[in-house]
């Protein structure tokens, strides 16, 4: 299965515009053949909303805060100094997007759980989105090439706002959420099939496990908040976990080594 992963990556790396077109044509077909997917009003009703402090939905608000600590860390590491080790113009770009998508959830998040409705919920989806993004280009610089990763930074991140622009006005949930499923496909692909080029790799797994609880305990909203006594709602455990992302990808930056050398 690995071998056969292997092979496709890289058919699709020396097949760039095939590929291009290839997915360009299925992405046509698919907004022809698929019915359209609005927002759902119920998304905005959240279990916790409590005002414990002044602040409405105080918890969904407040739980925002880590990841202004942890963007804004990363943010100057990754810039200033040489403190996490990235030896190429096109990881500092790209790691650098990803803590300013990280900073910017902290004032979009929080925005939105002020008073959730779908015109703030685009200034909570667009900071992830850009995180999303430089992540997708960061895995395309590590497991496959520099330039080709870097090249890609740009339309990835103008993919990830027009998708967001076409939900917001045309009520449609299809650009984005396709988006996000073939990010979430393409690292995983890199990942299981394309040798990893620093050490520390372990650490995008547990990121991953992350990931998926947050988005199980977000699924389980109402139950979790019930199942506390009324303490924390499963959306303000989604925050806590989804901000362990950045710490764990923080401290891998900082601990990890070149492995496999490659050239552009």
């Known amino acids: 299965m690995v071998k056969m992963l292997q092979v496709a990556m890289n058919r699709l790396s020396e097949h760039r515009g095939l590929a291009s077109g290839t997915g360009l044509v299925c ?6 053949l698929t019915p359209r997917i609005p927002q759902p009003q119920s998304y905005h009703k959240f279990s916790d909303q409590r005002n414990l402090i002044g602040v409405p939905n105080s918890m969904n608000v407040i739980s ?3 990841f202004l600590i942890i963007g804004v860390i990363g943010l100057v590491l990754s810039l200033h100094g040489n403190y996490l080790g990235l030896s ?3 990881e500092v770009w790209c ?5 300013v998508g990280v900073t910017a959830t902290a004032f979009g998040s929080a925005y939105y759980h ?22 997708l280009a960061v895995f ?11 090249a890609a930074l740009f339309p ?20 984005y959420t ?3 499923f073939v990010s979430l496909v393409a690292i995983l692909s890199m990942t299981i099939a394309l040798p990893p080029k620093y050490t520390h790799s372990l650490y995008w797994v547990w990121a991953a496990g992350w990931f998926f609880l947050g988005m199980i305990e977000e699924l389980l909203d109402r139950k979790l908040y019930r199942w506390t006594n009324h303490s924390i709602s499963g959306h303000t455990m989604k925050h806590f976990s989804f901000v362990m992302i950045p710490v764990f990808m923080t401290v891998m930056l900082a601990r990890r080594n070149i492995k496999i050398e490659r050239e552009s």
């Open 156 to 175: 990835l991140l103008l993919a990830g706002v027009l998708s967001i622009i076409y939900w917001r006005f045309g009520d449609d949930l299809r650009p």
């Open 27 to 32: 992405f046509v077909l698919l907004m022809l």
């Open 140 to 150: 395309i610089i590590e497991r496959i090439d520099e330039r080709k990763g870097t």
């Open 95 to 99: 790691w650098a997007s990803f803590y």
């Open 88 to 90: 190429l113009k096109g």
């Open 114 to 135: 002020l008073k959730p409705n779908d015109a703030r919920l685009v200034w909570d989806r667009l900071p992830m989105a850009i995180a999303v993004s430089s992540i």
């Open 178 to 180: 396709l988006l996000q």
């Open 64 to 66: 925002n805060f880590p």
